[in-house]
């Protein structure tokens, strides 16, 4: 009996299942990339709307991180800082510069002539109150997908450093999303928290080490010590999918 089908159609099936596993990978890689927002790409790194130079401020001149995102330590948010924070310094340092103008623009507001007082002609409100610019539209860098609860004032509050999610912010004259803030990221720190913990007083001090480590093994007193911070702050970071998924 006659074949009903020429022989290369036997390899029909198998060409067309591998046919249907590249698209269907690149249309997932396509989907992946393209949907998943900026801000979680490591090496994102926006233009602000100014020039503000972190390895100057918190390298060179040493500001503390708290200084400027001052309600990590009591809120589940990093604030962005708002123009009076800047102005706490730049009302006096390069005061002209016009690098600055949007900041003072945001800080002076109604008071176009800037000499502290609000005239008839300013008060373009007609209340008698002396009003604010619009805010710095700073562009978010680091930020958690919508479905994922991340509390800044727990972790800080536990010995973990800026620097274990956003890199050593203190090097780098423009910031940029250092750390992949992942999902196997974030679970390998709960799983291992000691590797990640140090003494409270120095959770800001982007280039502590600890002291008294061996060449041989550095990371080993990290441990040890990371063990007896854990154990001190009963540190015991949930590995359910509810801690981080609410």
Same mark, same amino acid.
């Given at each position: !009996?006659?074949?009903?089908? $020429?022989?290369?159609? /036997?390899?029909? $099936?198998?060409?067309?299942?591998?046919?249907?596993?590249?698209?269907?990978?690149?249309?997932?890689?396509?989907?992946?990339?393209?949907? #998943?927002?900026?801000?979680?790409?490591?090496?994102?790194?926006?233009? &602000?709307?100014?020039?503000? /130079?972190?390895?100057?401020? *918190?390298?060179?001149?040493?500001?503390? =991180?708290?200084?400027?995102?001052?309600?990590?330590?009591?809120?589940?948010? *990093? @604030?962005? %800082?708002?123009? &009076?924070? =800047? !102005?706490?310094?730049?009302?006096?340092?390069? *005061?002209?510069? $016009?690098?600055? +103008?949007?900041?003072? *623009?945001?800080?002076?507001?109604?008071? #176009?002539?800037?000499?502290?007082?609000?005239?008839?002609? +300013?008060?373009?409100?007609?209340?008698?109150?002396? @009003?604010?610019?619009?805010?710095?539209?700073?562009?978010?860098?680091?930020? #958690?997908?919508?479905?994922?609860?991340?509390?800044?004032?727990?972790?800080? @509050?536990?010995?973990?450093?800026?620097? +274990? =999610?956003?890199?050593?912010?203190?090097?780098? +004259?423009?910031?940029?999303?250092?750390?992949?803030?992942? !999902?196997?990221?974030?679970?390998? =720190?709960?799983?291992? %928290?000691?590797?990640?913990?140090? $003494? !409270?007083?120095?959770? #800001? /001090?982007?280039?502590?080490?600890?002291?008294? &480590?061996?060449?041989? @093994?550095?990371?080993?007193? &990290?441990?040890?010590?990371?063990?007896?911070?854990?154990?001190?702050?009963?540190? /015991?970071?949930?590995?359910?999918?509810?801690?981080?998924?609410?």
């Amino acid at each position: !009996m006659r074949n009903l089908f $020429p022989r290369w159609a /036997n390899s029909l $099936p198998v060409k067309l299942i591998f046919a249907l596993s590249v698209i269907g990978g690149t249309v997932t890689a396509g989907i992946t990339y393209y949907a #998943t927002p900026k801000y979680t790409r490591v090496g994102y790194q926006p233009t &602000q709307p100014v020039s503000y /130079n972190h390895s100057f401020h *918190a390298g060179e001149l040493g500001l503390d =991180c708290r200084y400027c995102h001052h309600g990590v330590e009591k809120s589940s948010h *990093a @604030n962005i %800082p708002g123009a &009076q924070v =800047c !102005m706490s310094c730049h009302k006096n340092i390069k *005061a002209n510069s $016009p690098l600055l +103008e949007p900041i003072r *623009a945001s800080y002076f507001g109604e008071d #176009t002539d800037r000499d502290g007082v609000l005239s008839d002609v +300013e008060d373009v409100n007609g209340d008698g109150i002396l @009003n604010s610019g619009p805010s710095v539209p700073w562009v978010r860098i680091h930020k #958690t997908p919508d479905y994922v609860y991340f509390n800044h004032a727990i972790h800080v @509050n536990r010995g973990v450093s800026c620097v +274990e =999610c956003h890199g050593r912010v203190d090097q780098m +004259e423009v910031v940029h999303h250092d750390k992949p803030l992942s !999902m196997s990221f974030c679970l390998d =720190c709960h799983r291992n %928290p000691e590797n990640s913990l140090r $003494p !409270m007083k120095e959770v #800001t /001090n982007l280039a502590w080490t600890i002291s008294g &480590q061996t060449e041989a @093994n550095p990371h080993i007193d &990290q441990i040890h010590a990371g063990l007896d911070i854990k154990s001190k702050w009963g540190v /015991n970071p949930p590995l359910s999918c509810t801690g981080c998924h609410r």
